[in-house]
């Protein structure tokens, strides 16, 4: 029986914790667990996995290096969490990571720094395939993960953070999070904060959930929406928290449903039992969520501060 990949790789990632620490990298900082082949660059430890399925173990450091996935199933995985980071170089002029396999695993690694003279620099560029990313922080760039359009394919975000993210005065426009036209998007447990510009989750899925995680925009500066479902959505949002700050650029709503367009039905949409408030010092009022869709969404249970409105339709 074929073992999925995100099992295989939790599997992997237990045995190594159970075991001796990771040996020292000297000169070749990347390992391929299957293999135990060690490499100099991220490159040449993807291409040797190949079309195949594989686990890259990081070792602690600061990289100036980038790599683009082009088939199989790889999991990229920091040795030690937070302690492996890539430090802006860019493959492709588009991000850190450049993933179009069938499947990408990337675990415990920091991205920074991430701009490309477009706008649209990333950590990760997620061209085609499932991605799980988890324990993972994306800091002081332009978007954390920007995707292309994948519908038979899902997205899953858990216990990372997005911090300092989104338009800079060197690029056009970009935001925290930006989601194509995926089958699904699922953040699980996170954190965007420290907003710099554009929206901090911005998704075209027709399947969303984000549940667990806090959008705190206290520190923000010309930000728009904490979510916009551009397209509309089906899904879940739920017991999160939502802090709108003083230096809004739009600051209108917090949950935007098709503002952009009706092009996937929002019936059904639940947004309930989430903590919403204005942090201090705000005088502005606002909305909790604004639907320009042509369904009615559930919002409920949620818990509201003073100058917030539950829910605005055109």
Known sequence: MTIPFRLAVTAIVAAACAGPGAAQSGAAPYSVQETGQRFRTLQEAVSAIGDGAGTIYIAPGRYRDCAVQEA????????????????????????ALVLRGRESHVEGLVFQNARVPDGNGAGIRMEQGNLTVAWTMFQNGQC???????????????HSTFSGLGKHPDGTGAHSLYIGEYGALIVTNSRFERGTGGHYLKSRAPRIEVTGTSFDDSRGSATNYAIDLSAGATGRIAGNIFVNGRGKENYSTMIAVAAEGVHNSS?????????????????????????WSDDRLTVRGNRLGKGVKAEEGR
């Open 72 to 95: 199989g199933r790889v999991a990229f995985i920091a040795e030690q969490r937070g302690t492996a980071t890539f430090d802006g170089e860019m493959c492709e002029g588009k991000a």
């Open 144 to 158: 954390g993960i920007l995707s292309a359009n994948d519908p038979g394919s899902t997205i899953r975000i858990d």
């Open 267 to 291: 019936a059904g949409l639940v947004v309930e039992n989430n903590d919403v408030s204005l942090a201090p010092g705000v005088t502005y009022e606002t909305v909790f969520v604004g639907n």
